[in-house]
């Protein structure tokens, strides 16, 4: 069976956000608030209850990514312009996530 939460290609669209083209051909584009709010590190979600603890508003409106790179074969992390850079973004957390209106009606 073909595994489709492998990203086939992953752009940095400078001043945009995130673009990940799926080997399946779906095409993900993620802006860098949404990206950097979407963080599961131990920063950023509780432990014990799964709570957000990173609130959007104190996100910089200026937010974007200083490095982006893969991990392994499952997973890419960032190293953020607020200086954020423990999480590490799995492929299947990235298609779960996908706000495409197509994504966001399947996983509702």
């Not at 669209?13 to 599961?40: A, P």
């Not at 973004?89 to 197509?102: G, M, T, V, W």
Request: hydrophobic content about 35%.
């Amino acid at each position: 069976m073909k595994d489709y939460t492998r990203p086939s290609e992953i752009k940095n669209i400078r001043g945009v956000g995130i673009q990940i083209t799926w080997e399946d051909g779906h095409l993900s584009e993620f802006s860098y608030e949404y990206f950097r709010v979407s963080c599961q590190c131990a920063a950023c979600v509780d432990e014990w209850t799964g709570a957000s603890l990173i609130k959007r508003e104190t996100i910089p409106k200026d937010i974007h990514p200083e490095d982006l790179f893969q991990v392994g074969n499952y997973a890419i992390q960032i190293i953020w312009s607020d200086g954020h850079n423990t999480g590490i973004y799995s492929f299947d957390l990235l298609r779960k996530i996908c706000p495409c209106e197509a994504c966001m009606s399947v996983n509702q």
